[in-house]
């Protein structure tokens, strides 16, 4: 199966995961639905995920692939969840060319679910910022380290 998304000047893609827009419209809530499979962007400020401090996983809310460490978070100012980079295999990139600029924008590289995108402002070591919508995403705290 494929992809298109409205706005993205990009071909469709295949992902391991594919479902109708109907199967994930029952698999995700309105505002994840809207983010991981229109392209939509959460307010900034609104996430929980802003605040996890906790070691562990950030995963896809879409299909639980794993997508980045917790070591590789840090406070970016933007009020999204930002990382320095993601784990090995478990983001795609696009090009988007949506709201009149080119942006690079981050996918789950198995279930093709929108992100957020990445910026070439962050910290050392990457110099990358991955600003991430926390509502595109589910935290799985290490063990030992609570729920």
């Not at 879409?62 to 978070?73: D, H, M, N, P, R």
């Not at 990139?93 to 600029?101: H, K, Y």
């Not at 789950?108 to 070591?125: E, I, Q």
Request: aromatic residues 8%.
């Amino acid at each position: 199966m494929k992809r298109l998304f409205g706005g993205h000047d990009t071909p469709a893609e295949t992902f391991p995961i594919a479902r109708s827009d109907d199967e994930w419209r029952r698999l995700l809530d309105p505002a994840q639905f809207h983010v991981l499979r229109k392209h939509g962007t959460e307010r900034a400020g609104t996430s929980p995920l802003n605040a996890e401090k906790r070691r562990g996983t950030f995963v896809c809310a879409g299909c639980g692939k794993t997508l980045f460490a917790s070591e590789t978070k840090f406070e970016s100012g933007t009020g999204w969840p930002s990382f320095t980079q993601p784990l090995e295999g478990a983001v795609g990139t696009t090009e988007d060319r949506s709201l009149f600029m080119t942006r690079t924008e981050v996918h789950c590289a198995d279930c093709g679910g929108h992100l957020g995108h990445v910026f070439p402002d962050g910290p050392r070591p990457t110099g990358l910022r991955y600003c991430m919508n926390g509502v595109a995403m589910a935290f799985k705290p290490d063990p030992g380290e609570g729920q």
